[in-house]
C-alpha cells in the first residue's frame, strides 16, 4: 500500500517556488566564488536589516555545520557547552560537536518535558570555575524552538543571557526552527535574539522551504564576543567543509525566505497552523479513546507529541510515516511543515478515529 502522507519531519517537505526563482535568478552568467557576489551582499545587508546594524551573517550548507562552527567560534578549546540533554546537538548531530570541532557537551537534565533550560537548571552546572580538572563552562546553548516543539518566550531568553552574561558565557541559540517560534509568538526575529541578549545564532532555512540553506549570525559584532566569533567564523567556516564556493546560490535562498516580505513568517504560521489543528484533533479523540491516544505535551508550535497504544501506531503506519520520539512510552512525533494542508491532517485524524472505533469494539 502507498502511504498517504509524511509526518515525521518538516525537512520531508519540498523546496518552495519562491526559493527555486531565487536560485534560478541568480544563475545568470558568472559571479565572483567564496562570497564575493551580489546575493551574498544582499544577505549581509539583510542581516542587519533583521538583527540590528552590527550583526555579520555567514551562509553554510547544513543546521548541522551551523551549530558545530558558530560553537567553536565562541568556546576555548578548553571550554564546555552546557546543553539540556535532549539538544539536537547532543542527540542528533550524529557526534559532531564532538568529533569534529572537539568539544565537551555539558547537558542538563530537564525534568519536565518541555526540552527548556533554565536559569536555576543552569545555576547548578556553574561549578569548579578555575578548577584545571574540569572543563570550564563557556557557553550555553539553548534551541527556539526546541526538540518538544516548547517555545522560549523574550523574557526566558533573556533571563538566560543575563545569567551567561554576569558569569562570562556566551549564549548561542540553534534557530533551525527560529522562524516557528518567531511566527507563534507573534514577534520579529530580533525580538528573540539580539534583543534579548542573544550572542550567535544558527540560522535555519532548510526546514522551512530551502533546497540547503543555513547561516551563522553574530548577533553584535561590536562585544568582545562577537568580535572574537567574526574574526573565528571565515576560518572555521573553511576548515569545518562549510564554505560554499558558488555561495551565491545559498544566500539567494536565504534571501528568497528572508527577505522583505519575509516569507518564512507566513510559512511558518501555515506550519504551526496545521500541526495546531493536528493537535486539537487529537485532543478530540483522545476523550472519547483516552486509553489509545494521549497528549502529555502541549502544541505551540510545528510539532505534536502523542502517546499512542502501540496497535494505534502499527495500524496508522501502514499508511502513514512518522517517527518514534519515546519509545518506552510509546511516544511518536507529528511533525508539520510549510506545505502541509488541512485536507492531510484531516484525512489522518480520520484514520485515528476509525482505528480508534475498531480497537474499542
Known amino acids: 500500500m502507498s502511504l498517504k502522507g509524511y509526518f515525521a519531519s518538516d525537512n520531508y517537505s519540498g523546496v518552495h517556488p519562491a526559493v527555486l526563482d531565487g536560485i534560478l535568478n541568480s544563475n545568470a552568467g558568472s559571479a565572483i566564488a567564496y562570497g564575493e557576489d551580489a546575493q551574498t551582499e544582499e544577505f549581509q545587508t539583510l542581516v542587519t536589516e533583521l538583527f540590528g546594524a552590527n550583526a555579520v551573517g555567514f551562509p553554510?550548507?547544513?543546521?548541522?555545520?551551523?551549530?558545530?562552527?558558530?560553537?567553536?567560534?565562541?568556546?576555548?578549546?578548553?571550554?564546555?557547552?552546557?546543553?539540556?540533554?535532549?539538544?539536537?546537538?547532543?542527540l542528533d548531530e550524529g557526534g559532531a560537536p564532538e568529533k569534529m570541532a572537539g568539544l565537551k557537551l555539558w547537558n542538563i537534565d530537564i525534568p519536565k518535558a518541555d526540552g527548556k533550560l533554565t536559569p536555576d537548571l543552569i545555576k547548578q552546572e556553574l561549578r569548579d570555575v578555575g578548577f584545571v580538572h574540569r572543563a570550564q563552562q563557556s557557553v550555553v546553548t539553548i534551541a527556539n524552538t526546541t526538540e518538544y516543539g516548547t517555545v522560549y518566550?523574550?523574557?526566558?531568553?533573556r533571563e538566560i543571557s543575563k545569567l551567561c552574561h554576569d558569569n562570562g558565557l556566551a549564549l548561542h541559540l540553534d534557530g533551525a526552527r527560529l522562524a516557528n517560534a518567531a511566527a507563534a509568538l507573534g514577534v520579529s526575529f530580533r525580538e528573540i535574539t539580539t534583543d534579548v541578549g542573544v550572542d550567535i545564532l544558527s540560522l535555519g532555512g532548510t526546514k522551512i522551504g530551502a533546497m540547503a540553506a543555513e547561516a551563522v549570525v553574530v548577533l553584535d559584532s561590536g562585544t568582545s564576543i562577537g568580535s572574537q566569533a567574526v574574526n573565528a567564523l571565515p576560518y572555521l567556516r573553511k576548515t569545518s567543509m562549510q564554505l560554499p564556493s558558488k555561495m551565491r546560490f545559498i544566500s539567494a535562498q536565504l534571501v528568497a525566505l528572508f527577505g522583505q516580505d519575509q516569507l518564512a513568517l507566513e510559512l511558518a504560521k501555515n506550519s504551526n497552523s496545521m500541526a495546531k489543528e493536528m493537535s486539537i484533533g487529537l485532543e478530540a479523540i483522545s476523550r472519547n479513546y483516552p486509553e489509545l491516544v494521549a497528549l502529555p505535551i502541549s502544541c505551540e508550535a510545528n510539532a505534536v507529541f502523542p502517546i499512542f497504544d502501540?496497535?494505534?501506531?502499527?495500524?496508522?503506519?501502514?499508511?502513514?510515516?512518522?517517527?518514534?520520539?519515546?519509545?518506552?512510552?510509546?511516544?511518536?512525533?507529528?511533525?508539520?511543515?510549510?506545505?502541509?494542508?488541512?485536507?492531510?491532517?484531516?484525512?489522518?485524524?480520520?484514520?485515528?478515529?476509525?482505528?480508534?472505533?475498531?480497537?474499542?469494539?
Open 60 to 90: 553554510v550548507f547544513n543546521g548541522t555545520g551551523a551549530n558545530v562552527i558558530a560553537l567553536q567560534a565562541v568556546t576555548p578549546r578548553w571550554g564546555a557547552v552546557v546543553c539540556a540533554n535532549t539538544a539536537h546537538v547532543n
Open 153 to 157: 518566550s523574550p523574557a526566558e531568553i
Open 310 to 361: 502501540p496497535r494505534l501506531t502499527s495500524e496508522l503506519r501502514k499508511s502513514w510515516y512518522f517517527y518514534d520520539w519515546d519509545a518506552p512510552k510509546n511516544q511518536i512525533r507529528l511533525m508539520s511543515a510549510w506545505d502541509t494542508g488541512s485536507e492531510q491532517i484531516q484525512e489522518f485524524l480520520k484514520d485515528v478515529r476509525e482505528t480508534c472505533e475498531s480497537l474499542s469494539i
